[in-house]
């Protein structure tokens, strides 16, 4: 039987490498694709000693050569079936901060990369009814810092819509996944001026603590599989409860010590 190809972007870091494990676990042939080789590596290796298939591909999604190789490697794997649009940064913290180059970086890695990774899997994913899964933010439904990540993830919400609509005909099924704050290297930066970050984001949270990367694949799974066959066009939170409201200011709001 042919391999069904997962093509997951960014699996160097802890988001990526924990999507990569679980749809390995789910019986994909997966195609770890990241610019960092080393961490990358580290990635595949796991899979592998689990018994899983998977190969490294060390690319830069930005490149247009570099999605050549992707496409070409993929199709060496088997059938490629599934994308997981992972990679994303974050740079200047508020708009006073920015530069127009921040903004060009935030468009960069966290919208073209995901919409030239989908055209190049586009005609294959006509044929072999692929499904889309992109990796948002709560960042892209209210304002949590970072303006330039913000609105680009609130355009690849919109480019999940309108994709999902366009390309329904096709059998294709395009959807995201929102996550909360998630404990990654991403954090590294942030955790080292403020070791308590962690911490003190868990009081914004109604459950009380921040995602781990194991969520946000579980949700990335559920949303690749065939249980989810009549979803397409959502942007699913997994953000521990932040974007239905803050138990804080319900009881401020209410003077009610019920919260
Ligand atoms: N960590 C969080 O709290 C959080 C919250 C909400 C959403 N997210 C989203 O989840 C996703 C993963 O986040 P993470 O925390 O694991 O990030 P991360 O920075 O740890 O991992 C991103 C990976 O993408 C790779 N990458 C960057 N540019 C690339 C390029 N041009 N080509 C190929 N690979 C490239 C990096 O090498 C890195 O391994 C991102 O889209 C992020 O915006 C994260």
Redesign the pocket.
Known sequence: MTEQVAII????????RAIAIQLSQDGFAVLC????RE??AETVDIIKGNGGKAQALT????DAVDQQTMLETAKTMGAPRLLVN?????SGASIQESTIENWQHDFD??LK?AVSCFKTFESDFKTNQGVVVN?????GYGVYGHPG?SAM?AALVHFTKFAAVEYGKFGIRINAV?????R????NDRAEKNPKVFEEAKRWYPLQRVAD?KD?ANAVSFLSSSNADAITGICLPVDCGLTAGQAELAGTFSQSSDF
């Open positions: 972007t960014g699996t160097g870091g802890d988001i990526g694709v990241d610019i960092a961490l990358n690319v830069n999604i930005l992972n990679v994303g940064a974050i890695l966290n990369g990796i948002a933010s709560v960042n990540y993830k929102a996550p909360g704050t998630v990654t290297k991403a954090w990367p946000i």
